[in-house]
């Protein structure tokens, strides 16, 4: 999962931090998700599910009120936002997700599927929302490519988090990489429709504008490939959001596969993308979104994964730019 045209800029942005174009045409060309993971909450909403005492329960959507659950898709592998453990959901954003279930009262339900297929799978229905550490840029409001040609409707996005792009490399950094200029000529691993993708394209040519070599960027279906290139030494360096290389340098392999180099470039909002049809949907999101900033729990949540780093003061509809 910033707000800039690129995952970040000539430098750097990241899908914590804004989805670039390519990502955007993947995510609206794409038909399916790929294989599913279902996963409920046992975060006690389904108590409040069957009932109107939530305080914001009213401004949900009738449909949604019947059926007391929010459809709600991800890509579980961006820990700490969204993965699997022991055969659930978990992480900042499904916590985020059921303290927003307990001011609407309903449960949210989360799919997983492919990344670069949740706003397809979104505006076909079969999901109310996607969940997924997804930054919000006008390409994807306006359902853009990276030319300015329209694939596709666009979502709304709720802005609950920001984040920016970070370069991350193997432990002791073998090739000195500071940050994602230092990538000219070498070979860099991504995941596959996402603004980091787009922040090495815009990257690159950069490099080959300013006489240098372009960038090898070799793309995956999902993160975990990725990381597995650059821990192997097949590519010199990974970009991602920087919430996620920072918990991934401090997790795998108890510390000692990866380090995070360089600041975090061009944070910007991730938002929860909803059909932009489903105005009700994003009027009672962003409520929910402001309530638990109000009341306490989002920073609670915040603390407890260690993602203080992303806290917003207010909810913003379509703050991306």
Known sequence: MTASSTRRTTAARSRLAAVGSIAVAGALILTGCGDQT????????????????????????????KAGVIKAGTNAEYAPME??????IVGVDIDIANALGEQLGVEFKFTSGSFDGLITALNSGRYDLAMSSMTDTKQRQEGLDDKGK?????????????????????????KGIKSIEDLCGQTAAVQRGTTYEAALQTQSKACTKDGKKKINIESFENDTEAQTRVKSGGAVAGV????????????????????????QVDAGPFGIAVNKDNKELTSAL????????????????????GAQSGAIDKAAVNGGK
């Not at 962003?286 to 994964?305: H, P, Q, R």
Request: avoid cysteine; charge should be negative; aromatic fraction near 10%.
């Open 38 to 65: 279902d996963s409920g909450n046992d975060s006690g909403s389904k108590e409040s599910a069957s009932s109107s005492k939530a305080p914001l329960f009213d401004k949900l959507p009738a449909d949604i009120q």
């Open 83 to 88: 993965y699997q453990e022991g055969g659930k």
């Open 240 to 263: 991602n959001d920087y919430p996620v290389a920072v918990d991934l340098a401090r997790k795998a392999d108890g510390g000692n596969a990866f380090e995070v180099v360089g600041e």
């Open 286 to 305: 962003e409520a929910a979104v402001n309530a638990i900033i109000e009341d306490g729990t989002y920073k609670k949540i915040l603390d407890k994964w």
């Open 150 to 174: 329209k694939l596709g409707p666009g979502v709304d996005f709720v802005d609950y988090f920001k984040a920016g792009t970070a370069v991350y490399v193997a432990k002791g950094n073998p």
